[in-house]
């Protein structure tokens, strides 16, 4: 408990304000994808328009992920690949960034395992590569979509 602390008070104000931005979408994720079934979210990871947005990220595109990784870390609730994923991408969407989403698969144990993550231009930013290798990408269709989302909740 006394480490997170530390790593929060040495962030400087404007890492704090993303930090708590990042926590409290954390939350709203949450319980949207909880409690509302998924025709009425879906349109908010594949039918926002990445525009050109006149605001300018003070952090840099690492940073930012960085310090939302650590606002899940340190959440009261549970937080997935699925929910990080979409928290920023809206984010950082806000600030111009045009994020793709990947959602790949994985057999283990003879269970099928389900992942996400973002890329920026064709580089991953938000996973590890030695992660997002052991998983088959899809490119998918509506039913797949809802399948695996289902599996990521």
Known sequence: MIKPLKQ?????KAEKRWFWRCWWLFAKWHLKIRFQPYQKWKEDIFGGDNKESERSLTLSIARAIQLSEMAARNHIFKIN?????????QLLSQ????LQL???VAKEHNKLKAHCWLTHNGALINDSEDVVSTYTELTMAEQQTRQIIGALK
């Open 81 to 89: 690949c699925l929910r990080r994923c979409l928290v920023q991408q």
């Open 95 to 98: 600030y111009g960034f045009k």
């Open 102 to 104: 990947h959602f790949g």
């Open 8 to 12: 929060f008070a040495a962030l400087t």
